[in-house]
Nanobody, 122 residues
């Protein structure tokens, strides 16, 4: 049973930073795809970053957001820097047992496992 739990959200001022973490458990496949998404009120959920064979961060946030991973602790992290009110959203971690290249964002429907989300407010 795969579980994803996000943490690290909170309220920061414009220009501040957040470090989000996603702990995934119940994961046995060696080929997989994990991603970060966000959804602001009244907007569709959008991809922020994905890790497959490679790692990709959306062009719109690439100069401010970065991903990192600790496979030993099953952690997939998202660092958000220089935040603005437009970055306010619920941030979700997602995973799929189907491998992805990591050369571009992956649609939401490709992911079968989702965390509950963590709120980031600027």
């Amino acid at each position: 049973h795969v579980q994803l739990v996000e943490s690290g959200g909170g309220s920061v001022q414009t220009g501040g930073s957040l470090r989000l973490s996603c702990v995934h458990s119940g994961w046995y496949e060696t080929s997989e795809c994990v991603g970060w998404f966000r959804q602001a009120p009244g907007k569709e959920r959008e991809g922020v970053a994905v890790r497959g064979v490679s790692t990709y961060v959306a062009v719109a946030v690439r100069d401010r957001f970065a991903v990192s991973e600790d496979k030993g602790q099953n952690l997939f992290n998202l660092r958000l820097n220089n935040l603005s009110p437009d970055d306010s959203a619920i941030y979700y971690c997602a995973a799929s047992k189907t491998a992805c290249s990591g050369h571009g964002l992956v649609p939401t429907e490709r992911f079968e496992y989702w965390g509950q989300g963590t709120q980031g407010t600027v």
